[in-house]
């Protein structure tokens, strides 16, 4: 009976975590909508046209978010003087001052001089926005892969709704709401890192803490033992950056298209691609909920595998654009809802290549959204380039059409050239890929095992990291390094693990596995 609550405590508990991931992460996601998307009503005080915001404001905005997230990730190479000032920038609080900061400056100063003001909310909002996306990217690492896969679709969906019943709301709302979503997202970021610290020492966040001079004594620090390899980033995240990136810069220019076209018609632009977005999400929720979620699409579906289903869609959506008018809501509904699908897969990729590839967390997360950012940058300088320079005597909607065709399609040819035909390969290759196959389908057969015994006990998704971990013959330190967590942490799920499964020793544990195999836990 004592076991029983206990397990059904920890259960609410994990739950509980869940939910306030989901909604701190979905507040924290309106307030970056509020902020990029939205930000044409927040900035009314400014006085600034379309094209004035995106020079001004967008561009100084996204390339902000993009270096922050850089400096971030090799925040631990940094110099302790400078390693320090980074980390007191980044602290929840501080960011969300930073935020809410940048608006009140815009605020004061946006009647007078509309430039200086959308320049500095671009600085100030960006550096706050970086540092917050890594505070809850590190603070995932706490969950499972495929929990976070629902978090961040869950988040996605319900921030879409959101944005679509704000989009009518009058300024003052709107305004109100930029602070709230800040505040609330930011205390339940600080709520979820405080409950994950169980067993873990001070100092630790999301299973990462910056190494800095003045640390506290007893502090966590990372290992040191994962590394910056670029090779190994690119190698196993070269095709999701490829994809991410040539959408991001896609829906920079449609939207843009979009608004220029239709400039009365704002607010439909951001109801129909919130729509869009929520409609996409919660689909793919309720496929990870269904029993088909029970089996290839445990940890969520790949970036590269979304966009192979999206990019024939987009395309024919896009010759529909170049020759028709009146298309452009549909078009940029559908790259706003592939976007915003690709976007939240960034987070639990990066965690599972960080797992896999030896790399910090931080390292791969920074470099991979600091990347898909510049791509936003990019993308808002050619929208400006394409209003304001007309050197193209074609009409202009069919010139970003196609600038926004070419950009996917070099994305998809990418991706396609560094997949090798089969008649390609040498005799070595196949001997290989035999042996490959063959490790994995052993992989996949104790998977399954480890699955029907997370299944029959109900374990929690760290103890399941835990059994898979152990199963594999890996050992305590391995999985503290791996999944950038204290050993003691790793002891405690242990302890907590096998309390659950009712043995007290790791030969215990493996016997279990193998008779799993046979039946004994479907």
Known sequence: MAQRRIRASEYVSEHRRSFAASVGFALFMLCCMLTIWGGLPLLERTGLTLLSLLAWCSIPLFATIAAALFVLA?????????????????RPWVACA????????????????????????????????ASLLMRWELAFGALGVGEVVK????????????????????????????????????????????????????????????????????????????????DALFKALRNPIFCVAATVFAVAITRTMALQTVPQMVAAVGITSSIGAAVTGAVLVLVLVSPLGSGAWVRGPSITSLYRIMFPVIATAL????????????????????????????????????????????????????????????????????????????????????????????????????????????????????AGEAVAASDASLEKRCEAIVRRFELSPRESDVLVAFAHGRNV????????????????????????????????????????????CG
């Open 74 to 90: 090799y925040a631990r190479a940094l110099p302790p003087s400078v390693a320090l000032v980074v980390e007191v920038l980044s």
């Open 98 to 129: 930073l935020i809410i900061g940048s608006y009140i400056v815009l605020a004061l100063v946006g009647s007078l001089s509309g430039e200086a003001a959308a320049c500095a909310f671009g600085v100030l909002a960006g550096g706050g926005i």
């Open 151 to 230: 978090v961040v679709l869950a988040a996605l969906v319900v921030h879409s709704i959101l944005f679509a019943v704000l989009a009518l709301a009058p300024l003052l709302v709107l305004e109100a709401v930029f602070v709230l979503s800040t505040v609330g997202s930011t205390a339940l970021l600080c709520f979820f890192e405080r409950t994950g610290r169980s067993g873990a020492a001070a100092g630790e966040v999301g299973g990462c803490a910056f190494r800095t001079a003045g640390a506290e004594e007893g502090a966590v620090q990372d290992s040191g033992k994962a590394s910056f390899r670029l």
């Open 319 to 434: 010759l529909v654009l170049s020759i028709f008018n009146g298309t452009e809501l549909i078009v940029t509904m559908l790259l706003y809802a592939a976007f915003s699908l690709l976007f939240a897969m960034i987070m639990p990729s990066c965690l599972e290549t960080a797992q896999s590839e030896g790399v910090e967390v931080r390292f791969a997360f920074g470099v991979f959204a600091g990347i898909v950012y510049a791509a936003f940058a990019a993308g808002a300088l050619a929208s400006v380039v394409l209003y304001h320079a007309r050197v193209f005597d074609a009409p202009i909607p069919l010139i970003a059409a196609l600038l926004v065709l070419y950009a996917l399609s070099m994305a998809y040819a990418g991706m396609q050239r560094r997949e090798k035909p089969q008649g390609e390969r040498d005799a070595g290759e196949a001997v290989a890929d035999a």
């Open 477 to 520: 330190a391995y999985l503290a390094e791996r999944l950038c967590l204290s050993e003691n942490t790793i002891r405690s799920h242990s302890k907590s693990l096998y309390t659950k499964l009712g043995i007290h020793s790791k030969q215990e544990l493996l016997d279990l596995v193998e008779e799993a195999g046979k039946g004994d």
